[in-house]
């Protein structure tokens, strides 16, 4: 805190235990184990909400220390100069009755900011005299305030959004405009206001402590799986235009979010298109549908993180404009992790008196927009990819009326009470011909739709999927340098020891179309990768296909003897990749030497 004309500050800020420090600030300290000195820097280490503090509350913090008023016991200018002796023992009392008496410090601050103070004094005094006079100024305080006993703390209610009792269910819901938890017991709905659990009491999460609109209770029969989806899927149509395929999966992704506990994976939903194609009609859709959604535009990690923690549901979380993903590797993290169930992300916190690893459950629906698709492999496997173009639905959703906001708010009402008769009922087991990542995003929503009228549609979507993710997998670099590999392999009249990285280079060359600068021979131009590097296509080799380097001699054209790189690939990797990749490699057995030759 620096006041004008005064060079060097006094005071510091601080806001839940946290001091507002610059990043780059040195510390002098010592080493807790050794007690040897150090110096250490400031940095940011985590993101930290906004502290916020009104002006004049903030005004009164330090008008004393102004001494604009002469009869202010205590000057600004006594406390950054200190008082002589003769004086130290008179400003000290008064300083301590300021610091319990208008700052309500505790014993243990108001005796450390006394301890800062006497440093300052010539001579200081003994820190025994400071104990006492805060201990005066504390007792004087009690007096003053009437206090005969200490008065109990009042304890925070705990909350709770969902959770399972011995005797059933219970979801955290409104009434005429009150908090509730909606109690399934035996086949029946009730009211309560707190549920007891471990001996301890928890109330409802009300619309302050929750990102989402909070549900509400319905009477009355929930209907059938199969009237909700329609009911669902309804909404598709009206607000969004996209191919009716997609719609019976945005339908099933919504009736997934109700039933996440029950799945060991779960597929994200990323939209991508042009301004204006809709993609936030849908997220719109799916917060006003899905269950217990946060959703935000470019959301910060640490709100992602403080919405995981404090979640006791697995709700989902719905994101538009995620340009620049890839820069948050936080961010990434929960992606990368989350879509399968038990998965964890530990993060490191730092306290003032210790470093904590806490460990943030990240498995549970997410849905992504932007207007590109970000170049991030791990992160793209996880995603569904609906591409959106600009078109003419039923409905815009700028036209959103209260009776469309009431109608999703009553088949979110029917969803939730369908969560909670089918909480106990396990989900149909489903057989794919697809294997690895692909089943992971498909069989959960085919696990859903089981009896749906729309099932048979998604089930043959899903082989159709299988054949275009193969042949997306194809047309990469990755895939040109896998079939490179395996033709030059099954061209082989015998068993390849190696093959010669210029042969492979030349090879990737023809599949490529790609040209050669003479000026620069590392690099070759192609049309669908731009530009490529010798050391980017040994990565790869080496990479994927687990190819080792070594070194063979061999003649050139002109008969002189040179070393050359090549590549070594185990068979039975290079078999697997291969088939990944959709190719196959024909198995050869080496030839036996005679007396013609080999």
Same mark, same amino acid.
């Given at each position: 805190m620096h006041l004008k004309g005064e060079d060097e500050g006094c005071g510091e800020i601080r806001a839940q235990n946290y001091y507002l420090v610059a990043p780059g600030t040195e510390i002098h300290y010592r080493d807790l184990r050794t007690s040897e000195p150090k110096i250490g820097t400031y940095t940011i280490t985590q993101d930290r909400p906004f502290a916020k503090m009104r002006y004049d509350d903030f005004m009164k913090l330090f008008e004393p220390y102004l001494g604009s008023d002469p009869k202010q016991p205590i000057t600004f200018e006594q406390m950054r100069k200190g008082v002589p002796q003769g004086t130290r023992h008179a400003q000290g009392i008064k300083f301590a009755n300021y610091l319990v008496g208008v700052q309500t410090f505790d014993a243990a601050t108001a005796f450390h900011a006394m301890q800062e103070w006497n440093k300052l004094n010539d001579p200081p005094m003994n820190e025994a005299d400071l104990k006492r006079m805060v201990e005066n100024a504390l007792a004087r305080k009690s007096k003053t305030d009437n206090i005969a006993e200490p008065v109990e703390k009042k304890t925070r209610r705990k909350l709770k959004d969902s959770g399972i009792l011995a005797e059933g269910c219970f979801e955290a819901v409104y009434n005429d405009g009150r908090p509730f938890f909606l109690k399934l017991n035996g086949g029946d709905f009730s009211l309560i206001e707190t549920v007891d659990i471990c001996e301890e009491t928890f109330a409802p999460k009300e619309m302050q402590n929750v990102p989402y609109e909070p549900y509400g209770y319905i009477i009355g029969q929930t209907p059938s799986q199969k009237e909700l989806a329609a009911q669902i899927r309804d909404e598709f149509e009206t607000w969004v235009d996209v191919e009716p395929i997609w719609k019976d999966v945005l339908t099933a992704c919504v009736m997934l979010t109700y039933q996440q506990e029950k799945l060991t994976t779960v597929p994200y939903l990323f939209l991508y298109g042009d301004n204006e194609s809709g993609k936030s009609t849908v997220l719109n859709v799916l917060k006003n549908l899905s269950y217990r959604p946060m959703y935000g535009v470019t959301i910060p990690s640490a709100d992602l993180y403080g919405y995981l923690e404090d979640?006791?549901?697995?709700?989902?979380?719905?994101?538009?404009?995620?340009?620049? @993903?890839?820069?948050?590797?936080? &961010?990434? &993290? @929960? /992606?990368?992790?989350? /879509?399968?169930?038990?998965?964890?992300?530990?993060?490191?916190?730092?306290?003032?008196?210790?470093?904590?690893?806490?460990? /943030?459950? %990240?498995?549970?629906?997410? !849905?992504?927009?932007?207007?590109?698709?970000?170049?991030?492999?791990?992160?793209?496997?996880?995603?569904?990819?609906?591409?959106?173009?600009?078109? !003419?639905?039923?409905?815009?959703? =700028?036209?959103? %009326?209260?009776?469309?906001?009431? $109608?999703?708010?009553?088949? $979110?009402?029917?969803?939730?009470?369908? $969560?909670?008769? %089918?909480?106990?009922?396990?989900? #149909? =087991?489903?057989?794919?011909?697809? &294997?690895?990542?692909?089943?992971?995003?498909?069989?959960?929503? +085919?696990?859903?739709?089981?009896?749906? #009228?729309?099932?048979?549609?998604?089930?043959?979507?899903?082989?159709?999927?299988?054949?275009?993710?193969? !042949?997306? $997998?194809?047309?990469?670099?990755?895939?040109?340098?896998?079939?490179?590999?395996?033709? +030059?392999?099954?061209?082989?009249?015998?068993?390849?020891? !190696?093959?010669?990285?210029?042969?492979?280079?030349?090879?990737?060359?023809?599949?490529?179309?790609? *040209?050669?600068?003479?000026?620069?021979?590392?690099?070759?131009? %192609?049309?669908?990768?731009?530009?490529?590097?010798?050391?980017?296509?040994? /990565?790869?080799?080496?990479? @994927?296909?687990?190819?080792?380097?070594?070194? @063979?001699?061999? &003649?050139?054209?002109?008969?002189?003897?040179?070393?050359?790189?090549?590549?070594?690939?185990?068979?039975?990797?290079? *078999? *697997?990749?291969?088939?990944?990749?959709?190719?196959?490699?024909?198995?050869?057995? #080496?030839? +036996?030497?005679?007396?013609?030759? =080999?």
């Open positions: 979640s006791d549901g697995q709700g989902c979380i719905l994101e538009d404009e995620v340009q620049g @993903i890839h820069k948050d590797t936080d &961010k990434i &993290k @929960i /992606y990368k992790a989350g /879509y399968k169930a038990g998965a964890v992300v530990p993060r490191t916190l730092i306290t003032s008196f210790d470093r904590i690893i806490k460990y /943030y459950r %990240t498995f549970c629906f997410k !849905s992504c927009a932007s207007e590109q698709i970000p170049q991030v492999k791990g992160f793209n496997e996880r995603f569904l990819f609906i591409a959106m173009v600009e078109g !003419s639905p039923r409905k815009e959703w =700028a036209d959103l %009326t209260k009776e469309d906001k009431a $109608r999703m708010q009553t088949l $979110r009402n029917m969803l939730l009470k369908w $969560r909670m008769e %089918t909480r106990g009922l396990e989900l #149909p =087991a489903v057989e794919l011909a697809v &294997k690895g990542r692909l089943k992971e995003l498909w069989k959960p929503l +085919l696990q859903i739709t089981v009896g749906l #009228p729309f099932y048979d549609n998604l089930f043959k979507f899903v082989d159709e999927q299988s054949k275009a993710r193969l !042949s997306g $997998r194809q047309d990469t670099l990755e895939g040109k340098i896998v079939k490179v590999v395996v033709d +030059l392999h099954n061209e082989a009249k015998f068993v390849i020891e !190696s093959l010669p990285f210029r042969t492979i280079w030349q090879e990737l060359g023809y599949e490529l179309n790609g *040209r050669v600068n003479e000026n620069k021979p590392n690099e070759m131009d %192609t049309g669908d990768f731009g530009i490529i590097t010798k050391n980017r296509v040994g /990565y790869r080799l080496r990479e @994927i296909l687990s190819g080792e380097t070594k070194v @063979i001699r061999e &003649k050139d054209s002109e008969g002189h003897w040179a070393s050359t790189k090549s590549y070594l690939f185990p068979l039975e990797k290079l *078999r *697997r990749v291969a088939k990944k990749y959709g190719y196959e490699l024909v198995t050869k057995l #080496p030839s +036996l030497l005679s007396s013609e030759g =080999a």
